[in-house]
T-cell receptor
Framework: AQSVAQPEDQVNVAEGNPLTVKCTYS??????LFWYVQYPNRGLQFLLK??????LVKGSYGFEAEFNKSQTSFHLKKPSALVSDSALYFC?????????????FGKGTRLSVIA | DAMVIQNPRYQVTQFGKPVTLSCSQT?????MYWYQQKSSQAPKLLFH???????NEADTPDNFQSRRPNTSFCFLDIRSPGLGDAAMYLC????????????FGDGTRLSIL
């Protein structure tokens, strides 16, 4: 079975400071990993994904994520947070061997960036 | 721009009165999904289509049905909405392939009176 854990319901960070939103996963074999962001009354927007290759993945809006196989983690990071980054963030996983099964989402982490 | 469009954005219906939510896509993706999302929780998958092949999640209530008449359109029918069905309903699409991301519409917020 595939699963995703986002251990923090809420992350608060001051504007200009680096931010990290944590994600750990559990799959059989290798994973495909994704991050999405959701603004109020909007759908989920795709930020970035890890498929294979370089463990540091760069995505939209200055976000990046680091894949760590030994720790089964895929934390989302940004060097300098903006107030406009305040939103709900979801990590998602699909096992490489699971074919076309839908993504499994974490429960989400609310990020608040304070001016 | 290619996109996933959900109509209407807000829908109000009465308890027990059937309602249909619609989704269209210009991405020409062969996979379409319907999710239910409550109160900033994780989206809960209701069902999905690979082309015309329908896949129902085991815990999706019988009250919820779906139709996909062609590649571009997909509908969610709620036969007899209860108060517990008030939620945001999200449609998503993707290409086939494990590394393909899902692309979401902006959702329909359903209220039950």
């Amino acid at each position: 079975a595939q699963s995703v854990a986002q251990p923090e319901d809420q992350v608060n960070v001051a504007e200009g400071n680096p931010l990290t939103v944590k994600c750990t996963y559990s799959v059989s074999g290798n994973p495909y990993l994704f991050w999405y962001v959701q603004y109020p009354n909007r759908g989920l927007q795709f930020l970035l994904k890890y498929i294979t290759g370089d463990n540091l993945v760069k995505g939209s809006y200055g976000f990046e994520a680091e894949f760590n196989k030994s720790q089964t983690s895929f934390h989302l990071k940004k060097p300098s947070a903006l107030v406009s980054d305040s939103a709900l963030y979801f990590c998602a996983v699909r096992a490489l061997t699971s074919g076309n099964t839908p993504l499994v989402f974490g429960k989400g982490t609310r990020l608040s960036v304070i001016a | 721009d290619a996109m996933v469009i959900q109509n209407p954005r807000y829908q109000v219906t009465q308890f027990g009165k059937p309602v249909t939510l619609s989704c269209s896509q210009t991405l020409n993706h062969n996979v379409m999904y319907w999710y239910q999302q409550k109160s900033s929780q994780a989206p809960k998958l209701l069902f999905h289509y690979y082309d015309k092949d329908f896949n129902n999640e085991a815990d999706t209530p019988d009250n919820f049905q779906s139709r996909r008449p062609n590649t571009s359109f997909c509908f969610l029918d709620i036969r007899s909405p209860g108060l517990g069905d008030a939620a945001m309903y999200l449609c998503a699409t993707s290409r086939t392939g494990g590394g393909q991301p899902q692309h979401f519409g902006d959702g329909t917020r359903l209220s039950i009176l």
